[in-house]
Structures are given as structure tokens and as C-alpha cells.
């Protein structure tokens, strides 16, 4: 497992609603410290829930098409 800190979080897209997990890396604090990586394309979450009903072990979402990310 990837060091640094797990958060259950809600992310919401224009079709979509995901609650996964999402590993904070090391030298980082918050969701957001991730999210404004430019390098960064994609947001990977694991044990997810879509839509309230399809569950997926991994889901890897691209940051251009999320609309909002709330922690849980």
C-alpha cells in the first residue's frame, strides 16, 4: 500500500457521483495540495461506489471533467 494519509471523499462529475477512497501522498496535507498539481492529469480512487449502486475496486478519473470534491 502507497505511504501517505486515506480519506473517503465525494467527487462529482457532469454524469456522475463517485465516493471513493483517495491516498493523500507524503509531503502533502490536503485534497486540494493534489489537485492543484499540474502534472497531475488523473485522480485514482479505490473501493468506489458510482452512482450509488455500481461498485468498482479502482476508479482513475481525469481532473478536467470533475465539477466538485467534498471530504467525507
Request: glycine share 2%; no cysteine.
Amino acid at each position: 500500500m502507497p505511504e501517505g494519509k486515506k480519506v473517503r471523499i465525494r467527487v462529482r462529475t457532469v454524469s456522475s457521483l463517485y465516493v471513493g477512497d483517495f491516498v493523500i501522498p507524503p509531503m502533502r496535507n490536503r485534497v486540494s495540495d493534489v489537485l492543484n498539481e499540474e502534472e497531475r492529469l488523473f485522480i485514482n480512487l479505490t473501493d468506489v461506489v458510482i452512482n450509488d449502486t455500481e461498485r468498482a475496486e479502482f476508479v482513475s478519473l481525469n481532473k478536467n471533467m470533475i465539477e466538485s470534491i467534498t471530504q467525507l
